[in-house]
């Protein structure tokens, strides 16, 4: 479709409609959402979620106990927030239900750099997806049910048209009143438009800011007098009122308070009356005001205690629905946000070395988790990740007992997505021959970080160990496996067939039968046996053979037969696998001739050193990056 005819096509459908009450009644005995509340419709915007059966899959059974969760698509670029998000909605579908939370603000309370905003930003984008219907020329676009009484009229109302009594808790507005009057009570006058929330036109939207303690006052929300209709009209005259306040602006919408808690308490008053009652008073002697929307306030914790600790707040502290929103403590998670950030940026092509955006996730979810009692801090947050640690640290406890034990708050401190991506962007910029990011540049430039933001002696001594007693060791551990598998041109079918061979001999061991080889014809003792299964075991330390062997030889029974009788991959056994990759790897100096960037002394070595790189480009690297990667792993190799 041309631009400018679906530009155009777009701006007819929100164009606004007109209708006569009446006309407005018989649509609303066929549309519930005619007459909704705000929660109503943002509940309508956000839609069905999809239920996640995470029996089926294991990583997620570990993380959420096999419990059926539920994923709403319209917050699918909101990652490792499934909790809030639930709490989220929680707090629409019971305010949607006309109960507590109807009359009570929402509070997303989470550290810096958290998601806050985002969630805020995504709700006002939602809010816009449903229009609503409202009393043409109304500067606070209230319901056209606000011109009838519950107790007259609301009967004939239900029964006719059948909309809810419930409906009927807004009062008109003094603009109505004026209007009314001057219709010698003839409401069939009044029109009725149908409208959509617009953040751009400022239509059932707002965002209000704390402003100077010292001259700020409830004319942020409530409005104000427009001094220049004075001439025309008395201080007290509806139409001498200036409707630019917050409360009046997001009526029928929704109303964002941005660190709300900085503003003084004198400025918060109106909104428990916007709240509680569905009404406010203006700053002159006007009758009061309706509302009937949603105001969603955000800040951090420091404030929110603060405010929390004075005595004086009770009331407002009452008034407030709590939503966490903690850091992501999900490495894979952490990670998604990492892509989203760069796609969103000129970086979204540029080279990022394989393991890059997992070390600096590592590296700030560990700053956000709460040290474990008995139990070391990198296994939590493997299991946080929905890792099964069994086979590799037999003391790490399950998700519910680090969760118990780091208590509500954990993910309220730490590093930030914003501190994570600063960081992530000096690292792409680091070398200005090349834009491209690795994990030795990030562990040079998060060093540099620690360094330079000047955190508390103790935090910064933990983050530093982190660095260096985890991340560091554990990228050598990973740039070592990487470099071994494009050294080795057939690096999976050579580990299948260690795999196969000592599966092979580790039967007739455990049946205590000579082996003879169908190729060679070579016959093999179990003595003999013993020493070629022996020669695989000793590289990786197993320290029980004999356990191990059964322990192996019973997995691949199972297997074969739900195999059609095939031996399963040589990496589908994390144990052996180690194993294997240990014993293929075991001599590292004979890599060096073809992994070094040194002059070769043969046109062989040559060879095998460009097809060494060929298969490292493949796998993610840039020809520069191989260089500085193989170069810092033969350097620190040897001091790991």
Known sequence: MDIFANYHRRYETRKEEEYTLQEYLEICQKNPLAYASAAERLLAAIGEPELVDTRMDPVLSRIFANKIIKK???????????????????????????????????????????????????????????????IKGSPVHESPLGLFSLEEDGSILEDKYNIPRRYLYTIMSPWAVKRLKEFNGDISRFKVIKLN??????????????????NQDISSLVGKIDIRQLENYAQNDPDAYSYSGGLCIANRGILEFVEMFKAPIKVLHPLLTATQESNYNATEGLSPLPFDGIVMAHSNESEWHAFKNNKNNEAFIDRVNIVKVPYVLRVSEEVKIYKKLLEHSSLSKAFCAPDTLEMLAQFSVLSRLKEPENSNIYSKMGVYNGENLKDVDP?????????????????????????????????????????AANPVHLLY????????????????EKYLNHLKGYITPKYIEFIGKEIQTAYLESYSEYGQNIFDRYVTYADFWIQDQEYRDPDTGEIFDRQALNQELEQIEKPAGISNPKDFRNEVVNFVLRARANNKGRNPLWTSYEK?????????????????????????????????????????????????????LCEWYLRVRKSS
């Open 445 to 460: 430039v998060l060093e540099q970080q620690v360094e330079r933001e000047q955190f508390p002696a103790e935090i910064r």
């Open 576 to 628: 052996l696998r180690s194993v294997i990759e240990k014993k293929m790897f075991s001599n590292t100096e004979e890599l060096l001739p073809v992994i070094s960037f040194n002059p070769k002394a043969s046109s062989d070595d040559k060879q095998k050193h460009e097809e060494f790189i060929h298969r490292m480009t493949m796998r993610g690297y840039t020809p520069k990056q191989v260089r500085l």
């Open 72 to 134: 709403y698509p319209a917050f699918s670029d909101f990652y490792g927030m499934e909790e809030t998000i639930e709490q989220m909605v929680a707090y629409f579908k019971h305010a949607a239900q006309g109960l507590e939370e109807r009359k009570q603000i929402l509070y997303l309370l989470g550290p810096v750099g958290g998601g806050k905003s985002s969630l805020a930003e995504k709700l006002k984008f939602l809010m816009e997806k449903i229009p609503f219907y409202a």
């Open 395 to 435: 003391k790490a406890k399950s998700y519910q007992e680090y969760k118990d034990y780091a208590g509500v708050d954990e993910g309220m401190t730490g590093l930030s997505t914003r501190f994570a991506f600063k960081t992530l962007s000096k690292v792409f910029n680091f070398d200005h021959t090349e834009i």
């Open 197 to 214: 929330p617009s953040v751009l036109s400022q239509i059932a939207i707002a965002k209000t800011e704390p402003g100077d303690e010292s």
